[in-house]
């Protein structure tokens, strides 16, 4: 079900807003407390929506090695310190095709990519957003370079581009 709404809405926050629209609860195995290890059904969050997306196993990839730990950032007496995620390609073990699949390889770069575009970052376009303006997130000013801003105004919703350093007017309409 989650990755048929990814394929609909196109982003994590999309289908996060239908699972709790329909108050599907999903499946959580607890790392502490009392019911530790125990299934428990749980209201969804953005964090599992995003792990369930992002883990290669349901692309039925086995890996190993995701978070390691850097002996610079280890703290004396503390198990947990020094631990960072690390680039698949950096994993100790990484074994396409060899666990049962739920989607296929493609469909999960296809939506890792989608995931990354949607990164309200300069190197992406950013998510969809309401609104007319069809340029938004692949405009850049052409003086500094910088992803221009939308400004919507009006009951109308007349919106205007801007640069957003605010030092120079979009030579578009």
Request: positive net charge; aromatic residues 10%; glycine residues 8%.
């Amino acid at each position: 079900l989650i990755f048929e709404e990814f394929d609909r809405w196109g982003s994590i926050r999309g289908v996060l807003r239908y699972l709790l629209k329909n108050d599907i609860k999903l499946p959580i195995r607890p790392h502490k407390g009392p019911n530790k290890g125990l299934l428990e059904w749980r209201r969804a969050t953005d964090h599992t929506v995003h792990t369930v997306l992002t883990n290669p196993l349901f692309a039925g990839t086995y890996f190993f090695g995701r978070r390691q730990t850097d002996p610079r950032r280890k703290k004396p007496g503390r198990r947990e310190t020094g631990r960072h995620t690390v680039k698949p390609e950096e994993y100790h073990v990484w074994i396409p095709t060899h666990c049962p699949a739920s989607i296929t390889r493609e469909r999960y770069e296809r939506n890792q990519k989608m995931i990354q575009e949607n990164r309200i970052i300069m190197a992406s376009k950013g998510p969809i957003r309401d609104g007319a303006a069809l340029l938004g997130g692949i405009l850049f000013c052409a003086r500094c370079q910088l992803r221009m801003a939308i400004h919507y105004c009006g009951a109308h919703k007349h919106f205007r581009y801007a640069c957003p350093t605010g030092r120079h007017e979009p030579d578009v309409p």
